[in-house]
């Protein structure tokens, strides 16, 4: 049987870090138990006319399996969560409230995040940079003071462990340990998912790529 194929970074920016989107994706793979195949693409090949027909934003990563072609790695994660057990609750109530998270995630706190990032890499040069990014930075404090306090003392988001905490944790990595040590729950919160034997296998392949190394996990 064919295994699934997702696309990730031949020269990934993030150095082996983790924090490219496809580390979702193989992170959902190995939660459920799901061998795939990984097709590096260069930036230039991204943007041609026959990688835009798989993804028309030619962004990484997407998933193709048989007839089925998916980009966004939230919707790759729900699909994978969808048809594999591990990921979603049984109980359909449990299992609407997982889905609400993952567009949480997504939706509502990631996007802070990445502007934060963005305006640290791309605006550091402008007169005007420390006010705005001072502003991005008080943004972001309200959506993890927010977090945090609805995470509480619990370990997971929602009960037991979720596609939503995958995809939460991946988010939350991107804010970097600095700014997150004001949060020693979130902190903590991030510790358990990476502590997690199939984060850990994502985790190696893809830092395999940069490295030039096969995994050994």
């Known amino acids: 049987m064919k295994k699934p194929t997702i696309t990730a970074f031949e020269k990934s920016p993030d150095r082996g870090q ?37 993804n028309p934003f030619g962004q990484i990563p997407t998933y193709q399996d048989g007839n089925l072609t998916l980009f ?27 889905i609400m998270w993952m567009f949480a995630a997504l939706n509502t706190v990631e996007p802070p995040i990445v502007e934060r990032s963005m305006a640290m890499i791309v605006e550091r040069d402008k007169s005007w940079h420390e006010e705005r990014l001072a502003m991005l930075e008080d943004r972001l404090r309200v959506r993890l003071d927010e977090l945090s306090k609805q995470l509480g003392d619990a370990d997971w988001l929602d009960g037991e462990f979720s596609a939503a905490d995958l995809l939460m944790v991946t988010v939350l990595r991107r804010v970097g ?41």
């Open 18 to 54: 983790g924090l490219a989107r496809d580390m979702r994706v193989r992170w959902a793979f190995e939660e459920v138990g799901q061998p795939y195949d990984v097709r590096l693409v260069s930036f230039s090949e991204m943007k041609k006319p026959a990688y835009r027909e798989l």
């Open 72 to 98: 966004e790695s939230g919707a790759i994660v729900l699909h994978i969560a969808e048809r594999h057990t591990g990921l979603l609750p049984k109980d359909p109530d449990a299992r609407a409230r997982a």
């Open 177 to 217: 340990v600095s700014f997150l040590a004001q949060y020693p729950g979130l902190t903590a919160y991030i510790a358990r998912g990476e502590a997690r034997p199939a984060y850990k296998r994502a985790f190696a392949d893809q830092l395999a790529v940069f490295t030039g190394k096969p995994s050994s996990g």
